[in-house]
């Protein structure tokens, strides 16, 4: 650091260093330290874990013997899983495509529409499948229909985000041409936008599908549906060795939809 | 569209569709079969509008949202913030250097392969599934669970994404290290480091930010922080206080968002510009998501 004393004139200056990196970093260690804080936060000790590590080496002992009779009784719930992924990502894409549009300075009509779906889409965002779920099966009742309302708008969510940004990035040439030979709003997205998104769209709706999988674990928790319903009962009975059945289940039918949609994805995209 | 029928002979031949049309009929169909089976009554479909009016009516329009609520739902809000927090500290902590494993430009081709997987099969666990089979065991109920399983899934994501970004490096200041003698762990520090570090960080942040939403579901199973309080106002037909707590919710997540965004982007602009390759990665990182 006493380097600046070199004789040699023709080294350049250091930089100025930046006040940006300590404000992060004492940001950083104050939130940490805070949050951890036995007073002001979550009250976390390294030690108490690891002192009470072997706490559940019973449970995770049973968990590693599965009983791989209980699993016929699993499928008609992997069943309604993936119906509810498959209904959701159909909707969820469907509502997402026109929002999308609106969300993007490219395809917005005007400045309010663009500022009031935007707005809409970040508080759609905000709220976490769980309480979608929750919410939901407060107003329809358990049972899958509310965990594809639930799907539904985190799909929403998710497709409209990522679809405005790529809608952001279009080549503006074929904009530009469409209107030149008269196109009007909706026929200038049609044919100059959406041939240029439309792989990014697939692409998406693919991922978005898989998303439901995962997530069908945990809206199912609350009631909502799919196989979430069995793992809830199967804890609440502390039946550790047919949890960890739906576990592995779970794990391979993920693994499944993932090879298939990249597969797809490859293929059409 | 039935323009194809022109005249001209030196139009060029449509492509085949085909195989488009083919893929569509196929999902329709599935979609289809999936509507026609699925365990949903007509019945309750068409009370649907009532039932989400008279919800939505109850939590925000029938006495207001209980806004004497709005210190505890902030209280356990903060909470569940925390516990991201530190989730995501865990998981930044521990995915970085399995981050430089994974890499195949700077690690072996197989240990980024076992690195790989290794990753993979973190990340095919939700949060939920590992608070329930490891962390609540292990740490017993309560937010300490939440946060282990958070940073646990954390390492899977975070641990794939850095490996991703490490292998986009420019290979230039990695030579140059060597060149100058540099031993394993300095090439590392000094060729690789300063050229990931902006873009990992922004990826800490975003996963922050989908840590938060994570961290409400835990709550449910409980995991601590505002999912738990959000499902004890429902169960107990609280629907006013739950409308409080879905406020809180929003508010609290839009600002955590806006901040940590804002920051995100101060520090990309610092690197290297990469707008090319932003829809690939905000694919990547929505991959975080679950």
């Known amino acids: 650091m006493t380097a600046v004393t070199s004789p040699a004139g023709h080294r350049p200056a250091r930089p100025r260093p930046s006040l940006a990196v300590p404000i992060g970093l004492v940001a950083f260690a104050a939130l940490t330290w805070l949050s951890a804080s036995e007073q002001f936060g979550i009250g976390f000790d390294l030690g108490d874990i690891i002192a009470d590590i072997d706490n559940g080496a019973e449970i995770i002992a049973q968990l590693l013997s599965p009983n791989w009779e209980f699993l016929p009784r699993t499928f008609e719930r992997m069943l309604e899983t993936f119906q509810m992924a498959v209904l959701a990502s159909f909707i969820g894409c469907a509502v997402a495509l026109p929002v999308a549009f609106l969300a993007s300075r490219v395809t917005a009509p005007n400045l309010p529409t663009f500022l009031l779906d935007r707005t809409v889409l970040s508080v759609v965002r905000a709220i976490p499948d769980i309480l979608y779920a929750m919410v939901f099966v407060a107003a329809v009742g358990i049972g899958p229909l509310a965990g594809i309302l639930a799907l539904v708008f985190f799909n929403i969510g998710v497709v409209a985000k990522l679809l405005s940004e790529t809608v952001d990035g279009v080549d503006t040439g074929p904009i530009e041409a469409a209107r030149a030979s008269g196109a009007n709003r909706l026929q200038t997205v049609r044919w100059s936008v959406l041939p240029q998104v439309f792989p990014n769209y697939i692409a998406y709706s693919l991922y978005t599908f898989e998303l439901n999988i995962r997530a069908s674990t945990v809206i199912g928790i609350v009631g909502a549906g799919g196989i979430g319903v069995l793992l809830q009962t199967q804890y609440r009975f502390l039946a550790w060795s047919n949890v960890s059945v739906i576990i592995v289940e779970l794990f391979a039918f993920v693994l499944l939809i993932e090879m298939l949609s990249i597969w797809l994805r490859r293929r059409l995209v | ?290």
């Open chain 2, 1 to 290: 569209m039935t323009a194809a029928s022109g005249s001209a002979g030196t139009r060029p031949e449509r492509p085949s569709k085909a195989k488009r049309n083919l893929a569509l009929l196929g999902a329709a169909i599935v979609v289809v079969l999936c509507a026609l089976t699925v365990d949903v009554d007509p019945a309750e479909l068409a009370r649907l509008p009532v039932g989400v009016g008279l919800v939505f009516h109850e939590m925000f329009l029938k006495s207001g949202p209980e806004w004497s609520y709005l210190p505890d739902a902030l209280r356990y809000m903060v909470e569940s913030l925390q516990i991201a927090w530190l989730g995501t500290v865990l998981g930044a902590i521990i995915s970085l250097p399995l981050g430089f494993f994974g890499a195949r430009n700077v690690s072996s081709g197989l240990v980024s392969n076992v690195m790989r997987q290794v990753l993979n099969a973190i990340r095919a666990f939700p949060e939920v599934v590992l608070a329930i089979a490891i962390m609540i065991p292990i740490a017993g109920l309560g937010p300490v669970a939440g946060m282990l399983a958070i940073g646990l899934h954390s390492v899977g994501t975070l641990g794939k994404l850095t490996a991703e970004v490490i292998e986009g490096i420019d290979p230039g200041p990695v030579e140059a290290a060597r060149a100058t003698g540099a031993r394993p762990l300095q090439v590392q520090r000094w060729g690789v480091l300063p050229q990931v570090l902006p873009e990992v960080i922004a990826f800490w942040l975003y996963r922050f930010e989908i840590n938060i939403r994570a961290s409400a579901i835990l709550g449910v199973v409980g995991a601590g922080g505002i999912g738990f309080s959000l499902q004890q106002a429902l169960s107990f037909n609280r629907f006013e206080r739950a409308g409080i707590i879905i406020i809180v919710v929003i508010g609290v997540t839009i600002l955590v968002d806006t901040v940590s965004g804002w920051v995100r982007r101060r520090i990309i602009e610092g690197a290297e510009a990469r707008t090319d390759a932003a829809g690939a990665e905000a694919l990547g990182a929505e991959g975080a998501a679950s």
